[in-house]
């Protein structure tokens, strides 16, 4: 079976609901044949509108995180419910700015995985090391562990719908990408992974993308990779045209 990429542009915390509208009315027609499915991560505030306008396109809209509960006294949190009734289908889930800055970790990332699929959100989970793990060495061991922490109590059936990202911290925002062969290593040990605990159909159906400085003249070359079945993209998603021809490549 073959898997179907996955092209999602995360926002982070830039674009207002008129600069978000702009982008995706400006890119909407750019992506209408695209062979991939295509995502865009806009800020919560902007959640709603980019939903409503891109109606009838072929861009999807998640979120950039969820809580697990339904709702309550969650000061600053999201919940599924919130989101599905404005129509967000994806949701970026553990991003590394989440695990650094605010304090996020794997139970978390977890338990707000379980209630997004619960929900029909489908959750990006992020994972990756840090560059201390990388130039120690550890950096298989290290991002396995994150995801089995991340994927604890799903069925084999579910974890094939789910999408996985692999973001070295090292390589996000800073220019420096990943070679092929090091975004190849990792996702692929990530399915190998997967599938020593949930079965080879899962590991077979479940996609990964690589993110970390991801442009539109590296895109070419990492799709190419066995195990590489999409790319999280942060700065270059915030223009139509680098995103656009990301999407395209
Ligand atoms: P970047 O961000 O493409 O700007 O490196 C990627 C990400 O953090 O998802």
Not at 183 to 210: D, F, L, M, P
Not at 228 to 241: I, M, P, Q, T
Request: glycine residues 10%; charged residues 20%; hydrophobic residues 40%.
């Amino acid at each position: 079976m073959a898997r179907t990429p996955i092209i999602a542009g995360n926002w982070k915390m830039n674009n207002t609901i008129a600069e978000g509208t702009q982008l995706v009315k400006d890119l909407a027609p750019l992506v209408k044949d695209a062979k991939v499915d295509v995502v865009v991560c806009p800020t919560s505030t902007a959640l709603a509108a980019i939903t409503a306008e891109t109606k009838g396109t072929n861009i999807h809209v998640g979120a950039q995180n969820v809580h697990w509960e339904d709702h309550g006294a969650f000061t600053g949190e999201i919940s599924t419910k919130m989101l599905t009734e404005i129509g967000v289908d994806y949701c970026v889930l553990g991003h590394s700015e989440r695990r650094d800055y605010f304090g996020e970790t794997n139970e978390g990332v977890n338990k707000r995985a379980h209630a997004a699929f619960a929900a029909g959100i489908t959750p990006i989970i992020c994972c990756g090391e840090p560059l201390e793990i990388r130039e120690r060495g550890s950096y298989l061991d290290y991002v396995a562990f994150q995801v089995l922490e991340a994927l604890a109590g799903f069925k084999p059936e579910e974890v094939a719908k789910l999408v996985i990202a692999y973001e070295p911290i090292w390589a996000i925002g800073t220019g420096k990408t990943a070679t092929f062969d090091q975004a190849e290593e990792v996702c692929g040990h990530i399915r190998e992974t997967i599938k020593k605990s949930y079965g080879a159909e899962a590991a077979e159906a479940v996609r990964i993308q690589y993110g970390g400085s991801v442009k539109p003249a590296t895109i070419k070359d990492l799709m190419q990779q066995p195990n590489v079945d999409g790319a999280l993209v942060g700065g270059a998603s915030l223009k139509a045209k680098d995103f656009s021809e990301i999407v395209n490549f």
